[in-house]
Every structure is written in structure tokens, then in C-alpha cells.
């Protein structure tokens, strides 16, 4: 694959800039959302997932249903249902959807977060949990006869499922978390291990830390890696610069106010946001391009950090990325719909013509 790119529909909207508007459940919204990813050449859309948000498979299936190309990266946090039930979930899904799902496993970097939902493991404990999940997930996926399992968490006796994922061996896995222990979990089963936006010797750092655990599992040529970024366009480099000022004034505003915001610690427990907010104490703007303001601003809530420039520079950007190893990026902007529209018609296919470009040349050396 030369380079995927993932967006990222939400159930109503809101973002940095946007206080919470219309039902908790907006299905016109998350419709127009869905097209304009589709219409713009994204290959997939993120549904994420927290303790207090409407179910994601629901908005995956009316996602499925609105779309016809655009696939789906639905975010599944292990431990409130049975693995094999999980399994059964997904591979339905897939079938709806002709194939077009995969699962983005995240298994939780925040206690208060977890014990919203009722678990009270601990971080480690959260990793070895999911490590023995998708063991299971997994055999669900593929076994031709009824299995066993008995494990630390869960025990199963004589399961076969009758429905089986319609991409082949199963959906992809993507994996997120930053943490000594998301990382082995993820050598050993993430096709995907997604990163958040750092500086390019970060992720070279966190590739090379991610390849070698793969390595203990004869994986190290098969993962692959995501990067997430907020990018910020506009005709000049000036330009976008003014607007990303214009981005962190108009969010002060938000951040104060929005649940989606003020029910986040000051002090993230999350290794990730430490990771971003390690890059904002580094200054406003890190390498050539990367912002960190919005980082700094809500203390790395998510995915905050952004590419700031023309088209050009930010395509530019993004190529930089993928020699380091990044074949997938995941990119949402601050004007959720009308950005996802702008990506697709200015930014998408520059990065594509600069990688596929490169490819040739270096086929044809």
C-alpha cells in the first residue's frame, strides 16, 4: 500500500471550535459527514469511542449503509463484552458492509475513563486483558472447529462461530497506545499501530521501538504504521498561520466550556498525551510545521497536534512522514465537515501524486 487515509466522523457536531450542536445522535449530520469523506478520496472514516458516546457499531452500520466505498475504522475498547461475542459483532459487520470494516483496539490509558464504564484494572493489567482478548477474537475469527480457552480473563468451552469476518484471514487491527506495555501488545497483533501527530525523530523513536517487538513475533515486515494529525490549510503560509491563531482563539472559548473538555484531567494519565504535551513544552511549533497549540491549549485531549501551511507544504509534510514508515495517515480538521471536503479536493491528492510519484522513480532506478 503506498498511502491510506483515514477521517473521522463523529455523532454530532463539535470539535475544538464547536460546542456540542443538535441531538447527541445526529444521523443527517453523521450522513453529510460520511459523503464528504467519500466524495473527497478517503479511504476509511475513524468512529471513536468513549464512555459517555452513543454505541459505535450502530453509527458504523448506518455509515455502511450511507456509503458505498468508504471504509470503516470503528474503535472497540476490550473487556465489557466477551471476546467471542466481539468476534461475532465484527464479522456481521463486515458482511453488511461488504467487507469494508476494520477494528481500531484501544484498551484505555486513563482509569477514570475506564471506571466511568465500570473497570477497575489497572493499565497493566488493562494491556495483558486485551493480549488475551484478541487471542481469542482472533481464533473466533479463523477456527474451522468448536475451541477452548482458558486464560487469565477469560475461559470459553466449545465455541464456533458461524459467521466469519468476509475479508480474509480477518478485519484488519489497528492498535493504539503509547505506553512500554501497548507496545509488545501491539508487536504481536496490530497490523496498524497508530501514532499521534509528534515530531519526525518521535515517531522514528516510537517505529523502530514498535518494529522490534513485532520482531519477537516474526512480524517485524508485516506491521505497519498511522499517523494522526489536525492540518490547518490555506493559500499561504501566512494565511494558514493567521488561521491557526484565529483555531486557538476561538477554542480557548470551547475548552472552557465543553463536557467534552472539562471532564478531562489537568494532568493526562494517558502516555500518549504526555508524548504530545512533551512536544509542546519543546515550543509553539516543532520541526518546520508541527503546531502544538491546540496540544497545549486542552492538554493534549486526542488527537491535537497539526500540520500548519499551504497544501504543498503540508503534502510535503506528510511525505516526510511516510519515509520514516507511515502509510497511513489520519487526519481530521477543526471545521469538521468543510475540512474533510478541503482535504480531499487540495491536500489528498497531492501527498498520492508526491508518494506514487516516488515509487515510480525509484522502480524505474
Excluded at 73 to 84: D, I, N
Excluded at 344 to 355: F, H, K, N, S, T
Aim: glycine share 8%; net charge neutral; proline share 5%.
Amino acid at each position: 500500500m503506498s498511502v491510506e487515509f483515514i477521517g473521522y466522523v463523529s455523532h454530532q457536531e463539535s470539535s475544538e471550535i464547536h460546542l456540542p450542536h443538535g441531538p447527541a445522535v445526529n444521523p443527517s449530520y453523521i450522513a453529510s459527514v460520511a459523503h464528504a469523506h467519500e466524495y473527497g478520496g478517503f479511504d476509511r472514516v475513524l468512529i471513536a469511542h468513549s464512555s459517555a458516546s452513543p454505541d459505535g457499531f450502530q453509527i458504523a452500520s448506518f455509515v455502511a449503509q450511507q456509503t458505498k466505498r468508504l471504509g470503516i475504522l470503528l474503535a472497540h475498547r476490550p473487556g465489557f463484552v466477551a471476546p467471542t461475542l466481539a468476534a461475532r459483532q465484527f464479522a456481521t459487520l463486515d458482511h453488511f458492509s461488504e467487507g469494508r470494516v476494520a477494528v481500531h483496539v484501544i484498551s484505555g490509558g486513563d482509569d477514570t475513563e475506564q471506571q466511568r464504564d465500570g473497570d477497575y484494572l489497572s493499565h497493566n493489567d488493562r494491556y495483558r486483558r486485551t493480549d488475551e482478548y484478541l487471542d481469542v477474537v482472533k481464533r473466533a475469527w479463523t477456527s474451522d472447529a468448536p475451541f477452548d480457552h482458558e486464560g487469565e480473563f477469560y475461559r470459553v468451552s466449545g465455541h464456533r462461530s458461524q459467521v466469519r469476518p468476509l475479508q480474509k484471514p480477518h478485519l484488519p487491527v489497528y492498535f493504539g497506545g503509547s505506553s512500554e506495555a501497548a507496545i509488545e501488545v501491539a508487536g504481536k497483533h496490530a497490523d496498524v499501530y497508530a501514532l499521534w501527530g509528534e515530531s519526525l525523530a518521535a515517531v522514528k523513536e516510537t517505529i523502530a521501538k514498535v518494529r522490534a517487538a513485532a520482531a519477537k513475533h516474526g512480524r517485524e515486515r508485516h506491521i505497519r504504521f498511522s499517523l494522526s494529525l489536525r492540518p490547518i490549510l490555506a493559500s499561504t503560509e501566512e494565511a494558514a498561520w493567521a488561521r491557526a491563531e484565529s483555531i486557538l482563539a476561538r477554542a480557548k472559548d470551547v475548552v472552557a466550556q465543553s463536557p467534552n473538555f472539562t471532564r478531562r484531567p489537568k494532568d493526562p494519565k494517558n502516555v500518549g498525551s504526555q508524548r504530545l504535551l512533551a512536544e509542546a513544552e519543546k515550543g509553539n511549533v516543532v520541526d518546520t510545521r508541527l503546531w502544538t497549540g491546540i496540544a497545549a491549549l486542552t492538554r493534549a485531549a486526542g488527537n491535537s497536534t497539526s500540520l500548519v501551511g499551504t497544501p504543498r507544504q503540508v503534502a510535503d509534510a506528510l511525505v516526510e512522514y511516510h519515509r520514516l514508515g507511515v502509510t497511513t495517515f489520519l487526519i481530521r480538521g477543526f471545521d469538521p465537515l468543510e475540512d474533510a471536503l478541503a482535504y480531499g479536493r487540495d491536500l489528498l491528492p497531492l501527498v498520492r501524486d508526491a508518494i506514487d510519484g516516488g515509487h515510480a522513480r525509484a522502480a524505474a532506478a
